[in-house]
């Protein structure tokens, strides 16, 4: 289990700093423009704290996979985890419109893989705490 946890979090410390690119990428000066200021600054801002948590959750896994193991704090931090990433794995599946990827051959890439690997993220933090 110590590589599954050393390996998610070498991936969460790769999506941590691709949500850099989500700004120009989802093109924000325009799309966000319509809204208030207070709007448009709560994603910018909320983006980031993700981003920022995501990178210390891989922080976490790489450099304490064993503790997370071997130690009951670790398997009530992995059992936490896992209910927040089973979640996440749930709003893939039923929170966003298949519009958004259905008929798209990138999007519906994406969203399969991501599909794939919240099911193995949340499978690894269960797994440690059972």
């Known amino acids: 289990m110590e590589l599954h946890l ?15 690119i989500f700004p120009p ?5 325009k799309e966000l423009a319509p809204l208030s200021l207070i709007n448009r600054q709560m994603m910018v801002v909320h983006t980031f704290f993700i981003a920022l948590v995501v990178l210390l959750m891989g922080i976490l896994c790489v450099t304490s996979a064993e503790e997370l193991i071997q130690t009951a704090l670790g398997r009530r931090v992995s059992l936490g985890l896992g209910i927040f990433w089973g979640i996440r794995l749930l709003v893939q599946l039923f929170g966003y419109s298949p519009k958004l990827w259905k008929g798209k051959a990138f999007e519906t890439v994406v969203h399969i893989l991501f599909t794939i690997f919240w099911i193995y993220v949340t499978w690894a933090f269960w797994r440690v705490y059972l």
């Open 6 to 20: 050393k390996i998610i979090g070498w991936f969460f410390i790769a999506l941590a700093g691709v949500h850099a």
């Open 25 to 29: 990428y989802f093109q924000w000066k």
